[in-house]
Every structure is written in structure tokens, then in C-alpha cells.
């Protein structure tokens, strides 16, 4: 398969030094509190280069907690400027995609339900058209590894150079040990077809729990991946959404220092 992607190396807009990127934060932004405490407890880890939050969620049924709204872009501010975080949130409208840029966010990224959606992600890419900004697309939530490139191929083609692929799984009918079956192979097919683009992988949305994250986080590294974007809530047993995969930040912290990292992230 072919593609067109002109893309900025990883380094040269986010300097992780040797080691991967690491994007930890909350599934969603609940309250000012909640997301400024744990963005310090990530910065005194020392770990973590981005600080993620969502602040409109993307709910697979209606009449849940569906995101905080705009009012969470200020605490995403508040929480950089204290912390020295850059900051990461899903976008998946040219609004959202506009509220975000005026609000100073660092790196966006683009939710596995709109990149199954080509005029979603158009849309998106209309919008970030002449804007310097880093995108992340993750997967989109059906193994379709031309659905996947071709959003790429869309935000990239609006000018944006410093992209990245997020492997977040996906999903099955069969019920498995995974919330989103991991496929490894399609991954690997992208970095086949792909390999200058960074590929940032998601423990938490394949795992669905905590207690599998270790070992798919130590995949992911044994594969080269170039960074993780896990989820850490304060207190996850209380989170509003993805409650059973959240770690601490602390149990961020022992994960990161017990994973084996063959060689520097390029
Ligand atoms: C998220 O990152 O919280 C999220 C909604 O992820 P995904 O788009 O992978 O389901
Ligand atoms: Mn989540």
C-alpha cells in the first residue's frame, strides 16, 4: 500500500531526549481540581512530557458524562502554566479543533470514533489548515489499516507535518481479555509502510483494566513504539469515565521505571 506523508520527525518537535514521549493525564477533565492535582503529582514524577485530558468525550451511549466543555480548556491552561506540561486534548470538530488552538493546547489529537469517519476528519483537517500544531490520530476503532493511513493522509495533507499514529486497539465482537484487541500486526504493517511516523501506543483503551498495562506496555517497547499516552487519574476508582483503567500517578511512575527499553526512541 502506498501513502503521501511528508512528516517532521518526532525529536525535532517534542525533545524526549533518549527516552519514549510520555502522554499521561486523565481520561476526561472533571473538575478544576481534579486535573490541576494530578497534573502535579505527573510533573513531580518527572516522567511525563504531556499532560491529556479530554474535555468533550466521545460516549458510545448518550446520558452520560460527555465531557466537561470548553470551561476545561482554562483548567488545561492552569495546569500547564503551573506544572511546565506541555497539554493534549481529543478535538473531533473544526470547533473544538478552534477552541483548542485559542486556548494555548500543545498537541491534539484525534479520537479512534472520528477517524472511522473521513468528514469528520476533513473537517478537522479543514480547520488546521496554515496552524503549526502536533496531531495524534489514533486507530479508528475498526481494523481498517486504510481508514487509519487515510486520516493521516488528510491531516497531513491540511499541512501538518508533526504527526503521529496513536495504536489504541480495536474493537471485536468476539469478548476477549482486551477492551480493544491489540492486532499488533496492523501496527507493525503501519511502521512497515510508514517508518518515519511515530507511533505512540495506548495501554489503557486496549486494556481496559489495570492490570494488563504492564505487559502490553513492555510490547509496545519491544516493538519500538516511540511513546506511550496513558491514562492516571488522582483517585481512578472515582473517575467519571474509564474507571477500571486509570492508574496513579505513582503507579505511573513504578510502571515507567520498570519498563525494559531496548534502545533510544529515534
Ligand atoms: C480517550 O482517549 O479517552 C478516548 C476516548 O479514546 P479512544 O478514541 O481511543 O476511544
Ligand atoms: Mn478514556
Given at each position: 500500500m502506498k501513502h503521501s506523508l511528508d512528516i517532521l520527525p518526532l525529536q525535532s518537535w517534542i525533545n524526549t531526549g533518549d527516552k519514549p514521549l510520555i502522554i499521561a493525564g486523565p481520561c476526561s477533565a472533571e473538575t478544576e481540581e481534579q486535573l490541576v492535582s494530578t497534573a502535579h503529582l505527573l510533573a513531580n514524577t518527572g516522567k511525563v512530557n504531556v499532560l491529556r485530558a479530554g474535555i468533550w468525550k466521545p460516549r458510545t451511549r448518550p446520558g452520560e458524562f460527555e465531557g466537561i466543555g470548553s470551561i476545561g480548556l482554562q483548567w488545561l491552561k492552569r495546569a500547564k502554566e503551573e506544572t511546565g506540561l506541555l497539554t493534549a486534548t481529543e478535538v473531533a470538530t473544526a470547533k473544538h479543533v478552534e477552541e483548542a488552538l485559542a486556548a494555548g493546547v500543545d498537541v491534539l489529537w484525534v479520537g479512534a470514533r472520528s477517524t472511522a469517519n473521513p468528514f469528520t476528519v476533513q473537517e478537522i483537517a479543514d480547520a488546521l489548515k496554515g496552524v503549526d500544531v502536533p496531531v495524534l490520530v489514533k486507530n479508528p476503532v475498526n481494523p481498517d489499516l486504510s481508514l487509519w493511513i487515510g486520516a493521516l493522509e488528510r491531516i497531513n495533507g491540511?499541512?501538518?507535518?508533526k504527526l503521529g499514529a496513536i495504536h489504541r486497539g480495536f474493537s471485536s465482537f468476539e469478548k476477549t481479555a482486551f477492551r480493544n484487541e491489540p492486532m499488533w500486526d496492523i501496527a507493525i504493517q503501519l511502521k512497515t509502510i510508514a517508518p518515519e511516523l511515530p507511533i505512540i501506543n495506548d495501554p489503557s483503551h486496549i486494556c481496559g483494566n489495570r492490570e494488563l498495562i504492564p505487559y502490553v506496555t513492555q510490547k509496545a517497547m519491544d516493538m519500538d513504539m516511540q511513546g506511550l499516552i496513558i491514562e492516571s487519574h488522582i483517585d481512578p476508582s472515582v473517575a467519571w469515565t474509564d474507571a477500571k483503567q486509570q492508574v496513579t500517578p505513582a503507579a505511573l511512575s513504578d510502571l515507567l521505571d520498570n519498563l525494559s527499553i531496548r534502545h533510544a526512541a529515534s
Open positions: 491540511a499541512g501538518i507535518k
